[in-house]
């Protein structure tokens, strides 16, 4: 899909009355939301609140059951074949689990998000160009993994793992980068670098970033901004800094920041 380069403030992409229903779960009721290119937001809520079904809607992994999703004023939701190919890779998604293959080298893994930008036969067979390594290269070197290239995956620890799929979704030119639950997994100080990492290709590469986070101090300490989710619903949208006791008790029934990580 070839969309006009985009542009610092305006809406970017515009999601209204999303609904995705699941038998008798309304995993989204009537979502309403704009995101301006380059911002970088915390999406959080309970467990259930529907979140990742929010950024799997997004990427199109799946299709809502109604409403309408525009990018820059075109139909998401129309989109087909190479252009519904290209938006996904314009929507780099990063999961919990990292989803890196353990025993290729993390160069190796970081070029597989290249291979959503070319044609299907030279991806099939996992053949790189001096390319692909060039930007696997710069996109580890960005995120102080350039001395981990050569290494097996496994060999990395859960926060390295986890920058080397924010590279790997570098690679893939993406205007967005859709994590969910990027650090549930992790401890502390590797949650830190991996924020860190997100905050990174965020303020240096203008890339948009939506994270869910089970964290309130993190959404507060990275993401100006936060949409809380209930049952499906966006119950809050606006600064993190709004996220008072008061909000926080509508959003999760508890102000309590370890009762908020255990329901979130
Ligand atoms: N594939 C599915 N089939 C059936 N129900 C689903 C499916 N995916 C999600 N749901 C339901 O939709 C609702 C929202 O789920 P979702 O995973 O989006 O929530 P979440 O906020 O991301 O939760 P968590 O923080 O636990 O991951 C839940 O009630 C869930 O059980």
Known sequence: MSLPDPVPSGPFLRLEGI???YGEARALDGVTLDIAQGEMIAVIGRSGAGKSTLLTVINR????????????????????GRDLRDWRRRCAMVFQRFNLV?????LTNVMTGRLALRPLLPSLLGLFTDEDRAAAIEALVALDMGAQALKRADELSGGQQQRVAIARAMVQDPYIVLA???VASLDPRNSEAVMDALARINRDHGITVLI????????RAYCP???AMSAG???YDGPTEGLTPQVLERIYGTADPDAIEDAA
């Open 212 to 219: 869910n986070l089970h964290s309130v101090a993190l959404a």
């Open 19 to 21: 609904t995705k229903i």
């Open 180 to 182: 969910d639950e990027p």
């Open 102 to 106: 353990a025993r290729l080298p993390v």
């Open 233 to 235: 619903r966006v119950v």
């Open 225 to 227: 901004r936060s949409v």
């Open 61 to 80: 992994l799946i299709d809502p059951d109604g409403g309408t999703m525009t990018c820059k004023g075109r139909d998401v939701l129309a989109l087909r």
